[in-house]
């Protein structure tokens, strides 16, 4: 059973900053691709950000210029910086492989953007 903790979310003002991260329980996380996913109320899961073991980082075209996804291998952690926060930024953060996600996920981070 693959096991992911994550922590960091809380609520923000629109235009704020929020780090997240992420602990892995097993050592496949320095050879694999990883990424942070979102759920939006009322919508499907989504990649919102996804770095590959060798440190290439690949972003969707909604938060592209305002969120950074690092790791740290030694530390089988992952991070999420998230800046100029909007409303629609309001979702579930999960961490997992990506683009293939294990079944097992973990029980997420709430972000809410409001004012």
């Known amino acids: 059973q693959v096991q992911f903790v994550e922590s960091g979310g809380g609520l923000v003002q629109p235009g704020g900053s929020v780090r997240l991260s992420c602990v892995v329980s097993e050592s496949w996380f320095t050879f694999n691709d990883v990424g942070w996913y979102r759920r939006a109320p009322g919508k499907q899961r989504e990649l919102a950000a996804s770095?590959?073991?060798?440190?290439?980082?690949t972003y969707p075209d909604s938060v592209k210029g305002r969120f950074i996804i690092s790791r740290d291998n030694a530390k089988k952690t992952m991070y999420l910086q998230m800046n100029s926060l909007k409303p629609d930024d309001t979702a579930v953060y999960y961490c997992?492989?990506?683009?293939?996600?294990?079944?097992?996920w973990g029980q997420g981070t709430q972000v809410t953007v409001s004012s």
């Open positions: 770095i590959a073991s060798n440190g290439r980082t």
């Open positions: 997992n492989r990506a683009p293939r996600s294990y079944n097992d």
